[in-house]
């Protein structure tokens, strides 16, 4: 009794150690050029918040290509179409806060 709890508690502890940094790290080229680029304004408050705001992805690659005002546009030198559209997907999928 005692022990089949406690490895219920270990696989929970795992199944949690597993899930955080999945979560918190980078998974993709596209999250990672989010990360490295796009955050540097984005999640500095130099640029709006883009994440978690239930955009199509077609709002980043669009935006990302051809840059708006402030914005600066991205060439396929910079950031290639395959990385793009993961960078895309990504945001797109960020829970929507305040729906
Ligand atoms: C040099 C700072 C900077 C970087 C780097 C940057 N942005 Fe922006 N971005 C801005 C600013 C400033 C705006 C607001 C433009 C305006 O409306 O005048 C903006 C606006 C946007 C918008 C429109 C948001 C809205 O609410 O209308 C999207 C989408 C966007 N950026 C995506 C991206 C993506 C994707 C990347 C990375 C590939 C990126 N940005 C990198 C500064 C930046």
Known sequence: MTSKMTSTWGLAA????????????????????????????????????????????ITYITIARNGNRAMPAFRVTDIDDATLQQLAAYLASTPVKNP
């Open 14 to 57: 795992l199944a949690l150690a597993w899930v955080q940094p999945a979560t918190a790290q980078p998974v993709n080229a596209g999250q990672q050029f989010y990360q490295k680029v796009c955050a540097k304004c984005h999640e500095a408050g130099i640029g709006p918040v883009i994440t978690g705001r239930g955009l199509p992805e």
